[in-house]
């Protein structure tokens, strides 16, 4: 069974950066869309950042040109670097990867494209 676990939150000051990592358990890992989410609280889950098996990336409009996604196949690893960050990017980060076979595309930020799920980091950004 694929196993997600993230890594890498915590407390910074706007402006500031943090680096998620989430640490896939199977070799399969390059070939498969992933994504990092966000839930801060009462509010929806949302799509943040995907990327998918040959490297393509998209990002939601709040965190374009602050955020970048990347993978390390060798690593079966997936990071989401953040930079300048605001006070709304206070929430917690999930990782999550599409199922062998599927694919996350025509909408690859949306919750429903995927179905395996790591268990998320706090990232709370203080003014």
């Known amino acids: 069974q694929v196993q997600l676990v993230e890594s890498g939150g915590g407390s910074v000051q706007a402006g500031g950066s943090l680096r998620l990592s989430c640490l896939a358990s199977?070799?399969?890992?390059?070939?498969?869309?992933m994504a990092w989410f966000r839930q801060a609280p009462g509010k929806e889950r949302e799509g943040v950042a995907h990327i998918d098996s040959g490297g393509y990336t998209s990002y939601a409009d709040s965190v374009k040109g602050r955020f970048i996604i990347s993978r390390d196949s060798a690593k079966n690893t997936l990071t989401l670097q953040m930079s300048s960050l605001k006070p709304e990017d206070t929430a917690m980060y999930y990782c999550a990867q599409v199922s062998f076979g599927h694919s996350c595309y025509p909408s690859p930020l949306a919750l429903a494209s995927y179905n395996i799920w790591g268990q998320g980091t706090q990232v709370t950004v203080s003014s």
């Open positions: 199977e070799y399969m890992f390059s070939r498969r869309c």
